[in-house]
């Protein structure tokens, strides 16, 4: 019998081939995939963010769980397209027009991947139209904005401007985050959301996909 | 004698504030990569040196932050690494006119090797290569800055060393409650044990958050390392007002830490993100009411 506290285990501290394998192991004998992600996996990535909050992980540790947490999903995932089931959610995730930078995008699709979303990654310098389109032919519900230049904070603006002409800024929940972007600035340029950090991006992104279904 | 002394021997130095906000202002497209401009726009890389050396700035840097093979391939200029760092000493070189010391600058790469996105490998090429390019053009020191891992600045740091010139390793302190930790956990303490390990002449703590964090992380670099202190806040974090990020720290009150921080061991003192040389000019005077 498969230990399902080792895939927690595994998922906390990091450990993607015991991940991958405890994963494998209970597959064979027959569980249910879905349990595996709600009874092991998503309460591992739970006690990730909170030690995250508490500063007892810093971001190594979040990019080896969350990462961890991808190789497993990537063996369920199959499966669970067989079952019907759906992803978290799906997000439109990339830095930018103007910033090249992307470490912090980086982290915060890993994060997400990590919980459960389908990440649509456009990468760096993306112009407002590009992530126009990416929603059009991915049918996502969530863009992902990162900036980390003050000068380039702008082109958030930009973005959510080229949602509204396309008509299509009431079917898109809009986060924003970065290293100058503030709470302020987020509802200034009417984005829905600021994320302060990876572990506050993926709690937001699941209050949008929550509220979507109420 | 340990190599940075002739120059912190008579009290605290005097460095720079910001260059890429600088060069925004005469023209630099938002996102642009500032370094392209040593070759592109020499003159008026040279303007933003001299208004340094002008307000006071004992020390100025390079505009060479980005200027490492990874990151200027990113911007399509892989092949202008020698070119675009030697640029940037000679335009420094040039400002200083021997009224400044020019130390030049090398920033982060930009990638993570966490998650594999870069090897060792590759970084210490890139950071060898980009040193090597600096150091050909004779800057006085090389600074190592804004790091955040701590295997990435040791490799940097290495890199530096072998050049033979004075190496300054500084880090980005910006996370966690305190603000007391680089993006990927490493404290001031852990900073300054890996840092004398590999050798290097002073340790630091630059951009990150407001300038009154900096006095106790002036204070644990130094107590942890016995090695000079090189302190560079920023201006504070960014206000928004009417379309674009204004920095709402005053000069003066950024000026009122420099007491503070000589207290707590720093040796060369100047500004990050959002300072210019009206901040320099307020430290130049701040210095002399010591």
Request: net charge negative.
């Amino acid at each position: 019998m498969a230990d399902l506290h080792r895939l927690y285990d595994a998922v906390l501290n990091g450990d993607q081939k015991t991940a991958v394998a405890v994963t494998k192991e209970a597959l064979d004998e027959g569980c249910d995939p879905m349990e595996l992600i709600t009874k092991s996996m998503v309460p591992a990535m739970d006690e990730v963010g909170r030690r995250f909050e508490c500063e007892e992980y810093f971001v190594p540790e979040l990019l080896l769980s969350a990462r961890a947490m991808k190789g497993a999903l990537e063996l369920l995932r199959p499966l669970l397209a067989a079952s019907g089931a759906q992803p978290a959610g799906r997000v439109v995730i990339g830095t930018v027009k103007g910033d090249l930078h992307d470490i912090g995008k980086n982290l915060v699709a890993s994060m997400l991947e990590g919980g459960g979303f389908e990440v649509i990654d456009l990468g760096a310098d993306v112009a407002p139209e590009r992530f126009v389109e990416a929603v059009q032919e991915k049918r996502a519900s969530i863009v992902a904005l990162s900036a980390l230049l003050t000068v380039t904070m702008p082109s958030m603006r930009r973005t959510i401007e080229a949602f509204e002409k396309a008509g299509l800024r009431e079917s898109v929940k809009v986060m924003v985050g970065g290293a100058p972007v503030t709470p302020q600035f987020a509802r200034d340029i009417g984005a829905d959301g600021y994320g302060e950090n990876a572990t506050a991006a993926v709690a937001l992104a699941r209050q949008f996909v929550q509220a979507a279904r109420q | 004698m340990p190599r940075l002394d002739p120059w912190t021997g008579r009290g605290v130095v005097i460095t720079d504030g910001a260059w890429g906000t600088r060069l925004q202002a005469l023209g630099l497209e938002p996102g642009a990569l500032p370094d392209a401009w040593n070759l592109a726009r020499p003159e008026l890389v040279l303007q933003v040196a001299r208004e340094y050396v002008e307000a006071g700035s004992e020390v100025i840097l390079t505009n060479t932050f980005r200027a490492n093979r990874i990151a200027l391939a990113e911007a399509g200029l892989a092949g202008e690494v020698g070119g675009i760092n030697r640029a940037g000493v000679e335009i420094s070189r040039r400002a200083a006119a021997r009224r400044a010391l020019v130390f030049a600058s090398i920033g982060p790469s930009g990638k993570m090797l966490i998650n594999g996105e870069v090897s060792a490998e590759d970084l210490e090429r890139a950071f060898t290569e980009q040193a090597e390019s600096l150091a050909q053009a004779g800057p006085d020191a090389l600074l190592v800055e804004t790091m955040s891992d701590l295997e990435e600045a040791r490799i940097a740091a290495r890199a530096a060393l072998a050049t033979g010139l004075p190496v300054i390793v500084s880090f980005a302190f910006d996370t966690g409650r305190n603000r007391d930790r680089t993006m990927m956990g490493v404290t001031p303490e852990m900073a300054a044990a890996e840092m004398r390990a590999v050798g290097v002449d002073a340790v630091g703590a630059n951009c990150g958050a407001g300038i009154e964090r900096f006095v106790p992380l002036c204070a644990r670099l130094k107590a942890a390392s016995g090695l000079p202190v090189w302190i560079k806040p920023n201006a504070g974090l960014p206000a928004w007002r009417d379309g674009r990020a204004v920095y709402l720290g005053s000069p003066e009150q950024f000026a009122a830490h420099l007491a503070p921080l000589v207290e707590a061991g720093a040796a060369f003192v100047g500004g990050c993100c959002g300072t210019t040389p009206a901040f320099v000019r307020a430290l130049a005077a701040a210095r002399e009411a010591l």
